[in-house]
């Protein structure tokens, strides 16, 4: 078994497909560990904002299989992939880490995610995991959450359960 750190998010009914998203990995790989939701400003295009958060769970399949399941499940649940990659989306579920491994395949398949660079995707992940580290440079997710400048991403914590202004 190994251990994957996923990133969720959604622009186009956040706290619709979220939690399904959250319900579908549970069924299919137990228990989860999971991040607090955040809301932040979208990151490459003009658009709503997402709402993100993370997920660690230990995982049978290898990365592109995991890979795989996961498109499929984003599929189902509206993802367009005829769109550009910067675009407003229901679901994005993208493979973090991977163990310690350090991957470049296809399918956008990188292992770690470069968006780790991002608040959305290093703020979910220092909180479920605090002491894991990069494969690459060592530091801890802790670490690199203290570096970032945090007043650049402006992250506001949600709840998935109430929907506030967003749906």
């Keep these: 078994m ?3 750190y996923l990133s969720l998010g959604s622009n186009l009914e956040p706290y619709r497909y979220l939690p399904v998203a959250l319900d579908e990995l549970r069924a299919r790989f137990g228990a989860l560990d999971v991040s607090p939701a955040y809301r932040s400003k979208a990151v490459g295009f003009d658009g709503p904002d997402f709402v993100n ?5 230990e995982t049978d399949f290898e990365p ?6 996961l498109h499929a499940l984003e599929d189902r649940h509206g993802r367009r992939r005829d769109q550009p990659r910067y675009a407003s989306r229901t679901l994005d579920v993208d493979i973090v880490l991977y163990d310690d491994r350090v991957i470049d395949g296809p399918g956008h398949l990188q292992i770690p995610r470069k968006e780790l660079k991002y608040a959305f995707v290093l703020k979910p992940l220092a909180d479920i995991a605090p002491d894991l580290r990069h494969p690459r ?4 997710m802790a670490a690199m959450w203290a570096a970032f400048p945090h007043e650049r991403e402006p992250l506001e914590v949600v709840s998935l359960e109430t929907p506030a202004d967003m749906t």
């Design 2 to 4: 190994a251990r994957a």
């Design 53 to 57: 958060l993370a997920v660690a769970l």
């Design 64 to 69: 592109q299989a995991l890979n795989d399941w």
């Design 137 to 140: 440079d060592g530091r801890t």
